[in-house]
C-alpha cells in the first residue's frame, strides 16, 4: 500500500514477469511505484527499472517511493506507448502495464475522475495539455455523446443521459462531477447492477475518451512485445471488457507470430484481495513469453 494506493495484483504480477536479479524490467504504467518498488526489490542488487507514466504529479510519488533504489530506477514523463523509444534498441525481460486508473487519482477530487466527492470535470491523466471531460460534455453534439457513452461505457440509457446532458448545459456550462453525476443519475434510473452507481459508466466513457485510452493500444502491445529479450514476458491488467478485450486479441495475434500465451484465461484477484481492495475487483491480468530464439 502506497498513499492509500494498493498495487493490484502484485505478487501474480511477479511470478508472471518471472523477475530475476540483475534484469531489465520496464513498468510502463508506474503510478505510484508499487510494482515498481517490488520488481527492483526482487531484480537486486543489479536489476534496473524503467518507469513511465504520463501523469506527472503521480510520476513524482513515484520517485519518492523508488529514491532508495538510486540509479536503479530511471523515471519518465511519458506514456507507455514510447517504450520501444526509451528502450532505443535495449530488450527487456519484462514489461509490465497496469492500464487502470490509481488510487491517487480517483481519491483526489481536484482530479476529477471520481463522482464520489465534488470537483472539477478535467479526467486527464497528462494535465499538460488536452481537452477535459466538461470540455467534451459541453461541445459534442447529442448523438455523439450518446455514441461515446454506450461505446465506451456500455450504457444502455446513452441516449436518454445525452438529451439531458444537453438539455442541463442550455441553461448552463457543466463544470464539475457532482452536477455532471446528479444530471446522469436522474436521466440513467437505477443501476443494472446492484451497488453499481448509475453514473460509473458515463464517467468511464468519458474518462476512456479524455485520455485516449484504447487508440492504438494492440498496435502498441504488439510493439512492445517486440522489445522483449528472448525468454522476456509482457504482462498486462485491465479494468474493464472493452480494454481486456483488446489485450486479449493482440495476444492471439501475437501467440500466432511465435509468442507463448501463459494465461489461457486473464487471472482475477483473490476473494483475499477483493476484500482488502475492492477496487480490484474488475482487474484481469494476462502475460505471455517471447521464444527462446527471438
Known amino acids: 500500500m502506497q498513499g492509500g494506493h494498493a498495487s493490484v495484483l502484485l505478487a501474480e504480477s511477479l511470478e508472471l514477469l518471472a523477475v530475476r536479479p540483475g534484469g531489465l524490467y520496464v513498468d510502463g504504467t508506474v503510478g505510484p511505484g ?16 524503467l518507469g513511465l507514466d504520463r501523469d506527472a504529479e503521480v510520476l513524482e510519488s513515484a520517485g519518492e517511493r523508488l529514491r532508495p533504489f538510486g540509479a536503479r530506477a530511471r523515471l519518465v514523463h511519458a506514456d507507455y506507448r514510447a517504450i520501444p523509444r526509451l528502450l532505443a534498441g535495449e530488450r527487456a525481460d519484462g514489461v509490465l502495464l497496469d492500464l487502470g486508473t490509481s488510487s491517487v487519482q480517483l481519491d483526489t477530487p481536484e482530479r476529477g475522475f471520481s463522482f464520489r466527492a465534488e470537483g472539477p470535470l478535467d479526467m486527464r491523466m497528462d494535465r499538460s495539455g488536452g481537452e477535459t471531460a466538461a470540455d467534451l460534455v459541453n461541445r459534442m453534439s ?128 483473490s476473494g483475499a484481495e477483493t476484500a482488502r481492495n475492492p477496487r480490484s475487483r474488475s482487474a484481469r491480468l494476462r502475460a505471455l513469453e517471447r521464444a527462446e530464439a527471438a
Open 34 to 49: 508499487g510494482h515498481a518498488a517490488a520488481i527492483l526489490e526482487r531484480s537486486g542488487p543489479e536489476g534496473r527499472l
Open 142 to 269: 447529442e448523438p455523439d455523446l450518446a455514441d461515446l457513452i454506450y461505446r465506451f461505457g456500455e450504457e444502455r440509457a446513452s441516449r436518454r443521459i445525452a438529451r439531458a446532458i444537453v438539455a442541463a448545459r442550455r441553461r448552463g456550462r457543466i463544470r464539475t462531477t457532482a452536477e455532471l453525476a446528479g444530471i446522469v443519475r436522474s436521466a440513467a434510473g437505477r443501476a443494472r447492477r446492484p451497488g453499481l452507481d448509475p453514473a460509473t459508466r458515463t464517467f468511464q466513457a468519458l474518462r476512456i475518451q479524455v485520455n485516449r485510452e484504447l487508440e492504438g493500444l494492440g498496435p502498441a502491445l504488439a510493439a512492445i512485445a517486440g522489445c522483449l529479450a528472448p525468454r522476456g514476458r509482457l504482462a498486462v491488467i485491465a479494468f474493464h471488457s472493452l480494454e481486456d478485450r483488446e489485450v486479449k486479441h493482440a495476444f492471439r495475434e501475437l501467440a500466432r507470430e511465435g509468442f507463448t500465451l501463459l494465461t489461457r484465461r486473464p487471472l482475477r484477484p
